[in-house]
């Protein structure tokens, strides 16, 4: 018994690490996975340390063993590891003050948009993506493009009724804030944000939050220093 | 105080209730998403009580002010109301014994799996959905067909992988091994799972639950009602 707490609670003291792209394609912009836990994890104020892995590393059986997709993020706290952004972020968020009310059915709201961020909001943008970056040698791809951006607006339309004039989805700001903010964050460029005033002063609520802008400085240093490496 | 806490009892006391499609174009096989959350319940034992909403009614003011995004299910429980199936089952899950591990690292795996079923193997099956049904009159739906039909296998092969010659995901059935194999029926009649006997060995050790044959012979009475009142 003596053992097995005193091994637990110097885990505990070992800082939680999280996997990120090496040279990551977006060039330090935070637009991969590892972000919103970044972000996450500079809300509760607590520090990581980043594993790069190079894009070749991310199907092999090595990496496989702890994501089963063979994608970005795994992380690690506490002997844990986990994938999902959705399953770490929710993780850092019970066992850290500063992303869930104390409530607890405020605390479910917040769940409830973690889960409407990843499985109801994201999927149509990542459609979108797939036209952009799978899709874009095929005929099809221009004349389908509108047809999955509408898809998208749909979604837009419906969270700006939500949200309304509020600054945040259900009071105090909160991860389910954040994740939908991180997933919104993939339209940039694409001209569609923009058509949802509420929605855009939102984002950039979201991205003018200290722990946000640490996030993204820690993601451009990484990228920046990898880059002298190479 | 006095109130405060008779109220709370008083309202714990009242079955939660549940919102389905009025004459559900399934015809009562459990396809919809409330299914998962009938499931869910039965496996936990809770009693609850079905709502049936017309199609017509969803993108009307006053269901949208119950879910945002205008879709079935809502869950209300002791006061709370919900929505997003993921949200929904960890809700029950948290409140109610029968669906996670009592050790907080197994938790945390079952919660992983949750996000895994909606986040990262539903996407492609529900892209798969849309040709079936929102793309089926276009020129490009047949030839994209094998293009997204292998976006869905390489999850498929992943999970396969994952999974192994285990009974349930991760030790005994939880919450994650309900969503994931839900999101999988969705699949029945593609020939996909058949291809991953491992998959479909799994759908059908859920699919003998006595808790997932009690939630499907509700469902089917269900329907059969609505159809005798028409």
Chains 1, 2 share one sequence.
Request: aromatic content about 8%; charged content about 30%; some cysteine.
């Amino acid at each position: 018994m003596r053992i097995a707490v005193a091994v637990r609670d110097f885990k505990s003291h070992m800082p939680p690490t999280l996997t990120g792209f090496c040279n990551s394609p977006d060039e330090g912009k935070g637009m991969a996975r590892d972000f919103r836990v970044r972000w996450a994890l500079q809300e509760v104020g607590l520090p990581y340390v980043m594993d790069f892995v190079p894009m070749a590393e991310l199907k092999k059986p090595a990496y496989l063993a702890r994501h089963p997709f063979g994608k970005i993020p795994v992380y690690e706290e506490d002997g844990m590891v986990l994938f999902e952004t959705g399953a770490i972020v929710l993780c850092i968020a019970a066992r850290h003050a500063g992303l869930l009310p104390a409530d607890e059915k405020r605390r479910m709201q917040a769940i409830v948009w973690m889960f409407a961020a990843l499985s109801t909001v994201e999927p149509p943008i990542l459609e979108r993506e797939a036209i952009l970056y799978l899709e874009q040698d095929k005929p099809w791809s221009e004349q389908r493009m509108p047809l999955v951006e509408d898809r998208v607006r749909d979604r837009l339309r419906q969270l700006a009724a939500r949200l309304g004039a509020a600054d945040w989805l259900d009071g105090d700001f909160t991860c389910g804030d954040l994740m939908t903010i991180d997933v919104l964050r993939r339209l940039e460029g694409s001209g569609v944000i923009e058509e949802f005033p509420n929605l855009a002063a939102w984002i950039a609520r979201g991205e003018t939050r200290p722990a946000f802008q640490r996030a993204l400085e820690a993601q451009r240093a990484d990228w920046a220093r990898q880059q002298g490496e190479r």
